[in-house]
């Protein structure tokens, strides 16, 4: 079984930044791709950014050039760093992991106040 535990969030006020970590434990062979989504207040959850096995990535074009997605596999650990945040980017900040099937943690709360 795998289990993966976010950390990092917290409350910001809107220019700030804030540095989240999603690591993998249990039985790990290899990881493929990495993600993070966010969900808003009354909202759908939304995907935010993708890291592949390769390292390349994407990103929602909302966050494009303001965050950054990264990852140590041999720490099985996923990072985003979230720079210029806005108040529209708060939410629950969730990771996921492909390990032979699809894994997700528990989610992190980032509140950014205007």
């Known amino acids: 079984q795998v289990q993966l535990v976010e950390s990092g969030g917290g409350l910001v006020q809107a220019g700030g930044s804030l540095r989240l970590s999603c690591t993998a434990s249990?039985?790990?062979?290899?990881?493929?791709?990495m993600a993070w989504y966010r969900q808003a207040p009354g909202k759908q959850r939304e995907w935010v950014a993708r890291i592949f096995s390769g390292g390349s990535t994407k990103y929602t074009e909302s966050v494009k050039g303001r965050f950054t997605i990264s990852r140590d596999d041999a720490k099985t650990t996923s990072y985003l760093q979230m720079n210029n945040l806005k108040p529209e980017d708060t939410g629950v900040y969730y990771c996921?992991?492909?390990?032979?099937?699809?894994?997700w943690g528990q989610g992190t709360q980032v509140t950014v106040s205007s």
């Open positions: 249990g039985s790990i062979d290899r990881i493929d791709d």
């Open positions: 996921s992991m492909y390990i032979l099937g699809d894994y």
